[in-house]
C-alpha cells in the first residue's frame, strides 16, 4: 500500500544498496509477532477485567502516535 510506497520511495531518494525484500519480510515477522503477543496480552489482562484491553489498546496508539510524530520525518525537497 501506500506505507510501502513512501519505504521504497525513502530507500531509493538514500542510495540504498541492499534487498528491499528483506525489509518486507522483516516486517512482516515483527508485525505477526506483535499482534500474537498483543493477542496474549489483551487476553491476560481481559482476565482481570474486560475493560482493560480497551485502555491498554489506548494507551500504546497514543504512545506510538507520539513516538511516529517526533521521530518520523520525511525530508523537504523544493522541486522547480
Known amino acids: 500500500g501506500a506505507l510501502d510506497a513512501w519505504l521504497v520511495d525513502s530507500l ?3 542510495n540504498f544498496q541492499g534487498e528491499v525484500d528483506k525489509i518486507f519480510s522483516h516486517a512482516a ?3 505477526q509477532s506483535a499482534s500474537l503477543l498483543g493477542g496474549l496480552v489483551g487476553a491476560y489482562i481481559g482476565v482481570v477485567s474486560l475493560r ?6 489506548a ?3 497514543l504512545l506510538t502516535l507520539a513516538v511516529v510524530y517526533f521521530f518520523m520525518r520525511e525530508g523537504k525537497k523544493v522541486r522547480i
Open 59 to 61: 494507551v500504546v496508539s
Open 52 to 57: 482493560l484491553p480497551l485502555g491498554f489498546a
Open 12 to 14: 531509493k531518494e538514500n
Open 29 to 31: 515477522i515483527i508485525g
